[in-house]
């Protein structure tokens, strides 16, 4: 039975200022999007431990009446179950679409941040480790950095990513962008007038591509060269994340997104 | 990958030589299939698909920007939906393995690497699969199966319905979305596995039967009989079936004729020959690299 959206709903992720990093905003701000479009309240509370709390391990995720779910795709089918949908006026074509280009955003992008984050030395030197275990003591800052650093390494190597070079993985972030601008063109939207759980997860990563500074700004860079790009991410940053009163979820999320993440 | 590229060279017209050799080793750095145009060795199916396409061999030169954005999502469909059933119905269910994919391979390869070389790719298909699918809330092997090939089902139903009645992803002419579908599908399609969940779900789709029979007839030239140039002695029929399909003769300038799509690119262009290094029995599935 469809049960009514509470009103305390909260999404977790790790702590904004400090220790959040750029994939997990990513993820965590696609979802804060996705909810804001289907007009479901939501607080956002920051914890040191949120990817441990989380049922796969990963960030973020929403605590709904009795239930935990997390990443975007259970949270989507999740809000589905409740009777909100953002994608129900597509054809069967597009809803293939829709999926095929989320795939893309998170094979390519999502990827792309995994690697400069944790493949990179200077990046992983510079802005992972400090911030990845800060809320912990010596030693278990390291360790747990190092730890999650294997982890993630060793995936690289399964999928073939453990070889490529910086220069190749930001040419793969140009191609991605290239053909999200291509698909968008000049609508204001993937699927023109209505947003859909694709535009929440576009806006995610590109959005906290654009607005966290890095040791470079290549990869910013390349989102930058696509205007339209640009404009999505200011259009539903506008409509959905400004001219809100409440401080939960939204304007603490443009405001602190917007600042830098290097400590 | 193999049938992918051969399908991509035949949709575009590139001129490809295809060479069989008999141990993965012998390809530069190990890694199959490979292409060898003059000195440049190029190892890896995106990489070569890059390098015909910089040649003018492009069989996608009449998409539009939007189909081109479209072609890389669906790849990345399938990478991230189907390549992991694949792999595991190849590689890592057992029966399956030990009774067709490890003796077909094994027979192509010398010994002794044919003893080391399917095990090797049998725990690295399995390794992939575990370390992008199988973290938290899926604990058991059985589980992650379960979930990859809900995923498997799932994506060929998205591709059925994307293709509907044309007959090729993007109008009459094939493209690269086309090559790589057809890359991913005509293994589960032709092999015949003992445990063949995929394939049965297949059958059930009947424009993506068509859509592969209808280029095995068009660019490969399949007929029901006959014998692969070469003459393996194949015990079982339906492997010979899969070696008709993906092992070419060396010759393959005579496939380019009207029944190609000649790109504007490249009217008549000398070019250098291709030639196309594919290890082993051609197993789709060489080398795991999407």
Redesign the interface.
């Known amino acids: 039975a469809a049960e009514p959206w509470p009103e305390n709903a909260a999404l977790y992720q790790q702590l904004k200022e400090e220790q959040i990093l750029l994939s997990d905003n990513a993820s965590s701000l696609a979802v804060q999007a996705f909810l804001q479009m289907c007009n479901l309240p939501i607080q956002v509370v920051c914890r040191a431990n949120a990817e441990y709390m989380s049922?796969?391990?990963?960030v973020p995720f929403i605590h709904v009446g009795n239930q935990v779910v997390s990443e975007l795709g259970p949270i989507v089918q999740f809000v589905k179950a409740k009777g909100h949908s953002l994608s129900d006026g597509l054809d069967?074509?597009q809803?293939?679409?829709m999926?095929?280009?989320m795939?893309?955003v998170?094979?390519?992008l999502l990827t792309a941040e995994l690697y400069l984050q944790w493949c990179d030395d200077v990046t992983v030197e510079e802005i992972t480790h400090p911030r990845y275990g800060s809320p912990y003591p010596w030693p278990l800052n390291r360790i747990l950095s190092y730890q999650k650093q294997w982890e993630v390494r060793?995936?690289m190597k399964?999928?073939?990513w453990a070889g490529k070079t910086l220069e190749q993985v930001l040419e793969d972030v140009d191609?991605?962008c290239?053909?999200?601008?291509?698909?968008l063109?000049t609508q204001p939207y993937f699927f023109n007038k209505q947003p859909t759980e694709l535009d929440a997860l576009v806006f995610g990563h590109l959005f906290t591509i654009l607005t966290t500074q890095l040791t470079t700004d290549e990869l910013s860079e390349k989102v930058k060269n696509y205007s339209n790009l640009t404009a999505f991410c200011r259009r539903i940053e506008q409509q959905y994340f400004e001219g809100h009163d409440k401080d939960s979820s939204t304007t603490v999320a443009a405001r602190s997104a917007k600042r830098s993440l290097l400590r | 990958p193999q049938s992918l590229l051969q399908a991509y060279a035949k949709f575009s017209g590139a001129p490809l030589t295809l060479n069989t050799i008999n141990s993965s080793w012998r390809a530069p750095k190990g890694d199959v299939p490979v292409l060898i145009s003059e000195d440049i060795v190029i190892s890896q199916p995106a990489k070569i698909l890059n390098f015909l396409r910089k040649q003018k061999y492009n069989a996608d030169y009449e998409l539009s920007a939007k189909q081109g954005a479209d072609t890389l999502a669906y790849i990345a469909l399938l990478e991230e939906k189907l390549l992991p059933a694949l792999l595991h119905t190849f590689w890592v269910e057992a029966e399956n393995y030990c009774s067709v994919t490890k003796p077909w391979f094994a027979s192509r390869i010398a010994f002794p690497l044919s003893l080391y070389l399917p095990g090797k790719m049998s725990r690295e298909a399995l390794n992939r699969i575990l370390l992008t699918r199988g973290g938290p809330p899926l604990y058991s092997l059985t589980e992650v199966e379960a979930q990859i090939y809900r995923d498997a089902k799932e994506c060929l139903n998205l591709l059925s319905k994307r293709l509907g009645t044309s007959q090729f992803f993007f109008g009459d002419t094939p493209t690269t979305l086309d090559a790589f579908v057809f890359g991913f599908l005509a293994p589960i399609y032709k092999v015949c596995f003992p445990r063949v969940q995929l394939q049965e779900h297949l059958k059930q789709l009947p424009n993506l039967c068509r859509f592969c029979d209808d280029i095995l007839t068009c660019y490969f030239r399949l007929t029901v009989s006959g014998h692969s140039p070469g003459g393996q002695d194949m015990a079982d029929a339906n492997l010979q079936k899969l070696t008709q399909l993906v092992n070419k003769e060396s010759n393959l300038i005579e496939k380019m004729d009207d029944n190609l799509r000649k790109s504007p690119q490249h009217p008549p262009r000398k070019l250098t020959t291709l030639k196309l290094a594919a290890g082993g029995e051609e197993s789709p599935l060489n080398r795991l690299s999407p």
């Open positions: 049922p796969s391990g990963k069967e074509v809803k293939a679409e999926k095929a280009y795939e893309l998170n094979n390519m060793r995936k399964a999928i073939g191609q991605c290239q053909a999200l601008s291509q698909r063109g």
